[in-house]
């Protein structure tokens, strides 16, 4: 399964968003299941990314 293209400007925004503040991105990942995407930023920071690009944090 691929990530919507919602999905992945979102994930490009979060991405400069935490290389802005030399935070690193420990994971990413794509649950298939609910087609989120999760991401882990620094070791506290946790994300999803819902198939119409909303975040949840």
């Given amino acids: ?3 919507t ?4 400007e979102t994930l490009y925004r979060v ?3 935490a290389s802005n503040l030399l935070v690193p991105i420990n ?3 794509l649950d298939e299941r609910s087609q989120r995407i999760f ?3 620094g070791e506290t920071i946790e994300i999803e990314i819902y198939p119409n690009g909303r975040l949840k944090q």
């Avoid at 293209?5 to 992945?8: G, M, P, S, V």
């Fill in 1 to 3: 399964m691929k990530p």
């Fill in 15 to 17: 991405c400069i968003m």
């Fill in 5 to 8: 293209i919602a999905q992945l």
């Fill in 27 to 29: 994971l990413t990942r």
């Fill in 39 to 41: 991401i882990l930023v």
